[in-house]
């Protein structure tokens, strides 16, 4: 015959057991949940306040395989370095939409924009931005020219664009795209040429 | 900024006849030969040793003091561990880990672990800055160190612990023969070929002599090959009666070194122009301008090994789709009389640098690069995006813009296989791209991005279907040929 406090205090056991169980399981699901969301999913930067003002985004669409030029009023601030930012950073809701030509991953970012006279824009793009960057030449390279022709036809003076990932110099975009040298804004317009007779 | 071969710097010979020149411009060409040769003579090499060890392969500068070869003991351990010096007067005291050494300027006799130590020569203390004869580091280093350090004084190359790499070659008997190196750990030599040799700089890897430093094999076409060790790096040549090309295998553990690929003779057909006459051989059996003139294709399978590309399906990764679409392209453009060189045959990994450096090295007349996408259909047709404002430096070209003066002759390629698949019905794009190495290539070079017929992308892995781009593309390379041959 087991003893019944023997029996009690078994039972309390298997319930703290269990109790602890649910406990590790639901903190495990919640340590889950917070490492995906430090994963950089949101803006940067905050709204900006400023006067409305036109500016030309040159936007990539897929399946014709062209930049093809959108005039959008977006508020800027006053600062070149501020502005140029901004306007790159008109291009993602376009490309975060659901029924964009060019779908860009969520959360892709322009973390900054710095430019370095004479004539040297370097564009920062946070790591979603790349690391989830489909993978192939023309789907690269339209992002590229993109950026690059966006900014160089709205700010004035640039003639030599780098583009960094998390500040940092990196090889390839997504595996193809060349990240390594500095884009000349000369060659970037005689491609984009080339990308819209080729069509 | 990275410097490729220099362009070249003398018009064609014949140019100028002798007559013309006067005895004032012989006598100026004279003392500007003399001075150059003065001036060459008078820079040496700057004298390098280099260390290698499991914590890392580096190389220092050797200094000249009171005609002794004498190196910084600071820089010689810091890469290996924590160090600390200071001066106090004459004394320089050093500290690696917990081990205690004290040198005294002027003097030969130190105190390592609290026992004395004698250097051949006296130690110097230049602004705080600890030098040691350079011949004492095979016994002073082991003794800080606690472990096994061999130095080849003659070479200054030194092994700390078991880190020396190892390699065997052995030549098959297939048909071109093939000198086959297999490592003990994987290497990245600087590859370079002149006429009856290949050599290979290993500047960071700590490779040994085999038993004998001259290897000779049962092979006439690759009769032997060379190990030798100079100021702080190793050199394999490799010497060959045919112009040789190496490419890597297992994951840079093995090298194969083979002739160049002959021309065949073309398929007899009217549309294939016949390759052209290949210059006769010499004594020696080796000609330069042959090897220059002789007329063969690299193609690239992009990606490899660790490197997979894009993800075309759930299974399917671009590095396989285009090594399959490279070996059909290489039998088509081989029917049509083109011998053609796969730069990676298998799935190993390949640098963008090394993929430049061996098709700069074997002088192709053309160079394609396969690319596979899962977007957009047809086949897209890439030069390179060179930057504009290359720094070019005297007859040095820039490395990432070494494809500029051949740009015009990749574009007229590519327009060649353009129209070559729009005939054959296959949609076709004419692009320019930033995408490495087209920009480091010293030939004709062209990217292609091969994407499905349809919107199956399973259709990529068809044979058909890359039986009919291959076929079209290796037409519309042999549509160009007299073109690429002019301009070489």
């Given at each position: 015959m087991i003893p019944r406090h023997l029996i009690i205090a078994v039972a309390i056991l298997l319930a703290i057991t269990l109790g602890m169980s649910l406990y590790v399981w639901r903190m495990r699901g919640r340590v889950d949940r917070i490492e995906v969301s430090?994963?950089?999913?949101?803006?940067v930067a905050p709204p900006v306040a400023g006067a409305s003002e036109q500016v030309t985004l040159y936007v990539a669409y897929d399946d014709a395989g062209v930049l093809r030029p959108k005039s959008v009023r977006i508020p800027l601030p006053v600062g070149r370095q501020e502005r140029a930012a901004e306007i790159l950073r008109a291009l993602l809701p376009i490309y975060e939409d659901q029924f964009s030509p060019h779908p860009l991953a969520p959360g892709s970012e322009i973390r900054d924009v710095y430019l370095v006279d004479p004539g040297l824009a370097v564009i920062d793009l946070n790591a979603a931005f790349a690391d989830n960057h489909r993978s192939g030449v023309l789907v690269e390279e339209l992002t590229i020219v993109s950026l690059v022709q966006t900014l160089s036809a709205n700010i004035p003076g640039i003639t030599r664009v780098k583009i960094l990932v998390e500040g940092r110099d990196r090889d390839t975009l997504a595996g193809?795209?060349?990240?390594s040298n500095f884009y000349d804004v000369p060659a970037v317009t005689q491609a984009v040429a080339q990308l819209q007779n080729a069509q | 900024m990275r410097w490729s071969k220099p362009r070249p710097l003398a018009p064609p010979s014949g140019r100028l006849s002798r007559g013309r020149l006067g005895p004032a411009a012989l006598a100026f060409t004279a003392s500007i030969l003399l001075a150059s040769t003065l001036l060459l003579n008078s820079s040496p090499e700057e004298k390098r040793i280099t260390i290698y060890s499991n914590a890392a392969n580096y190389s220092l500068p050797v200094l000249e003091r009171n005609g002794d070869e004498y190196i910084g003991l600071l820089e010689v351990f810091e890469p290996l561990g924590s160090v600390t010096a200071k001066t106090n007067g004459p004394h320089w005291k050093f500290r690696y880990y917990d081990i205690d050494s004290d040198f005294t300027a002027g003097k030969t006799r130190a105190r390592i672990r609290g026992s004395d130590y004698d250097l051949p020569a006296s130690f110097l203390l230049e602004n705080g800055r600890g030098l040691v004869p350079l011949s004492c580091l095979g016994t002073l280093m082991p003794r800080i160190l606690g472990g096994p350090v061999t130095f080849n004084q003659n070479s200054r190359r030194l092994f700390v612990g078991n880190v020396a790499v190892h390699f065997t070659a052995q030549v098959s008997k297939t048909t071109p023969p093939k000198l086959v190196m297999n490592f003990t750990a994987p290497v990245n030599p600087m590859i370079a070929t002149e006429p009856g040799k290949l050599r290979m700089a290993f500047n960071h890897e700590a490779l040994v002599a085999p038993g004998s430093q001259a290897l000779t094999f049962d092979s006439k076409v690759i009769p032997d090959a060379t190990f030798r060790e100079n100021n702080g790096a190793a050199e394999l040549v490799v010497a060959a009666t045919v112009p040789l090309i190496a490419s890597f295998a297992n994951n840079g553990r093995t090298i194969i070194i083979e002739p160049v690929p002959q021309a065949v003779a073309p398929?007899?057909?009217?549309?294939v122009p016949r390759p052209p006459p290949t210059a006769s051989i010499g004594p020696s059996g080796i000609s330069a301008p042959a090897s220059i003139r002789r007329y063969f294709a690299v193609v690239d399978p992009s990606h490899g090994g660790d490197e997979r590309g894009a993800s075309l399906t759930g299974q399917l990764a671009e590095k396989d789709v285009t090594l399959a679409f490279a070996r059909v392209l290489r039998q088509e453009l081989n029917i049509r009389g083109i011998p053609t060189l796969l730069l990676r045959d298998g799935d190993s990994t390949l640098s963008l640098d090394q993929r430049a450096s061996l098709t700069n090295s074997a002088r192709p007349a053309i160079y394609i690069c396969i690319h596979v996408a899962s977007q957009g259909n047809g086949v897209r047709v890439y030069t390179a995006l060179v930057p504009t404002q290359a720094e070019n430096n005297g007859p040095f070209l820039s490395w990432d813009a070494a494809q500029t003066t051949f740009q015009l002759l990749s574009r007229t390629a590519g327009n060649g296989l353009v129209a070559e698949l729009h005939s054959k019905q296959i949609a076709a794009r004419s692009l320019i791209a930033p995408l490495r190495p087209l920009n480091n290539i010293t030939t004709a070079a062209l990217a292609l991005e091969i994407a499905p017929p349809s919107s199956d992308v399973a259709q990529l892995d068809s044979p058909a279907y890359q039986q009919s781009v291959a076929a079209a593309v290796a037409a519309g390379v042999a549509d160009v040929r007299s073109q690429l041959e002019a301009a070489r």
């Amino acid at each position: 015959m087991i003893p019944r406090h023997l029996i009690i205090a078994v039972a309390i056991l298997l319930a703290i057991t269990l109790g602890m169980s649910l406990y590790v399981w639901r903190m495990r699901g919640r340590v889950d949940r917070i490492e995906v969301s430090t994963i950089d999913t949101q803006p940067v930067a905050p709204p900006v306040a400023g006067a409305s003002e036109q500016v030309t985004l040159y936007v990539a669409y897929d399946d014709a395989g062209v930049l093809r030029p959108k005039s959008v009023r977006i508020p800027l601030p006053v600062g070149r370095q501020e502005r140029a930012a901004e306007i790159l950073r008109a291009l993602l809701p376009i490309y975060e939409d659901q029924f964009s030509p060019h779908p860009l991953a969520p959360g892709s970012e322009i973390r900054d924009v710095y430019l370095v006279d004479p004539g040297l824009a370097v564009i920062d793009l946070n790591a979603a931005f790349a690391d989830n960057h489909r993978s192939g030449v023309l789907v690269e390279e339209l992002t590229i020219v993109s950026l690059v022709q966006t900014l160089s036809a709205n700010i004035p003076g640039i003639t030599r664009v780098k583009i960094l990932v998390e500040g940092r110099d990196r090889d390839t975009l997504a595996g193809h795209a060349d990240l390594s040298n500095f884009y000349d804004v000369p060659a970037v317009t005689q491609a984009v040429a080339q990308l819209q007779n080729a069509q | 900024m990275r410097w490729s071969k220099p362009r070249p710097l003398a018009p064609p010979s014949g140019r100028l006849s002798r007559g013309r020149l006067g005895p004032a411009a012989l006598a100026f060409t004279a003392s500007i030969l003399l001075a150059s040769t003065l001036l060459l003579n008078s820079s040496p090499e700057e004298k390098r040793i280099t260390i290698y060890s499991n914590a890392a392969n580096y190389s220092l500068p050797v200094l000249e003091r009171n005609g002794d070869e004498y190196i910084g003991l600071l820089e010689v351990f810091e890469p290996l561990g924590s160090v600390t010096a200071k001066t106090n007067g004459p004394h320089w005291k050093f500290r690696y880990y917990d081990i205690d050494s004290d040198f005294t300027a002027g003097k030969t006799r130190a105190r390592i672990r609290g026992s004395d130590y004698d250097l051949p020569a006296s130690f110097l203390l230049e602004n705080g800055r600890g030098l040691v004869p350079l011949s004492c580091l095979g016994t002073l280093m082991p003794r800080i160190l606690g472990g096994p350090v061999t130095f080849n004084q003659n070479s200054r190359r030194l092994f700390v612990g078991n880190v020396a790499v190892h390699f065997t070659a052995q030549v098959s008997k297939t048909t071109p023969p093939k000198l086959v190196m297999n490592f003990t750990a994987p290497v990245n030599p600087m590859i370079a070929t002149e006429p009856g040799k290949l050599r290979m700089a290993f500047n960071h890897e700590a490779l040994v002599a085999p038993g004998s430093q001259a290897l000779t094999f049962d092979s006439k076409v690759i009769p032997d090959a060379t190990f030798r060790e100079n100021n702080g790096a190793a050199e394999l040549v490799v010497a060959a009666t045919v112009p040789l090309i190496a490419s890597f295998a297992n994951n840079g553990r093995t090298i194969i070194i083979e002739p160049v690929p002959q021309a065949v003779a073309p398929t007899p057909t009217a549309s294939v122009p016949r390759p052209p006459p290949t210059a006769s051989i010499g004594p020696s059996g080796i000609s330069a301008p042959a090897s220059i003139r002789r007329y063969f294709a690299v193609v690239d399978p992009s990606h490899g090994g660790d490197e997979r590309g894009a993800s075309l399906t759930g299974q399917l990764a671009e590095k396989d789709v285009t090594l399959a679409f490279a070996r059909v392209l290489r039998q088509e453009l081989n029917i049509r009389g083109i011998p053609t060189l796969l730069l990676r045959d298998g799935d190993s990994t390949l640098s963008l640098d090394q993929r430049a450096s061996l098709t700069n090295s074997a002088r192709p007349a053309i160079y394609i690069c396969i690319h596979v996408a899962s977007q957009g259909n047809g086949v897209r047709v890439y030069t390179a995006l060179v930057p504009t404002q290359a720094e070019n430096n005297g007859p040095f070209l820039s490395w990432d813009a070494a494809q500029t003066t051949f740009q015009l002759l990749s574009r007229t390629a590519g327009n060649g296989l353009v129209a070559e698949l729009h005939s054959k019905q296959i949609a076709a794009r004419s692009l320019i791209a930033p995408l490495r190495p087209l920009n480091n290539i010293t030939t004709a070079a062209l990217a292609l991005e091969i994407a499905p017929p349809s919107s199956d992308v399973a259709q990529l892995d068809s044979p058909a279907y890359q039986q009919s781009v291959a076929a079209a593309v290796a037409a519309g390379v042999a549509d160009v040929r007299s073109q690429l041959e002019a301009a070489r």
